[in-house]
């Protein structure tokens, strides 16, 4: 089993900075992918940022040049930092974990998900 723990959300004036955390505990592989996805009211979940354990990033067009995700793979934890916060970024904030593992059936791909955590970017 996997568990993944969110921590850094908040509240947050317009052009200010919040720093997210999540990190995985239980069986973790070593191929695998973290990342943070988001989904405001009345809206899809969609992908933030997603980094490789051997940290090949990637990021969704809107949050380019203000968003960093980084990981420390000792700690099996992954960060993003967010800067230049706008009003359109106020969502709930979910952390995944994306492992690949071998099987006699040939390689598996399961995803965990973290409980979200809520950032609210509001004057």
């Known amino acids: 089993q996997v568990q993944l723990v969110e921590s850094g959300g908040g509240l947050v004036q317009p052009g200010g900075s919040l720093r997210l955390s999540c990190e995985a505990s239980?069986?973790?592989?070593?191929?695998?992918?973290m990342g943070w996805f988001r989904q405001a009211p009345g809206k899809q979940r969609e992908l933030v940022a997603a980094?490789?354990?051997?940290?090949?990033?990637n990021y969704a067009d809107s949050v380019k040049g203000r968003f960093t995700i980084s990981r420390d793979n000792a700690k099996n934890t992954v960060y993003l930092q967010m800067n230049s916060l706008k009003p359109e970024d106020t969502a709930v904030y979910y952390c995944?974990?994306?492992?690949?593992?071998?099987?006699?059936?040939?390689?598996?791909?399961?995803?965990?998900w973290g409980q979200g955590t809520q950032v609210t970017v509001s004057s």
């Open positions: 995944k974990l994306q492992q690949v593992f071998g099987t006699k059936d040939g390689l598996k791909s399961v995803d965990y």
């Open positions: 239980g069986s973790i592989f070593s191929i695998n992918t």
């Open positions: 980094i490789s354990r051997g940290g090949s990033t």
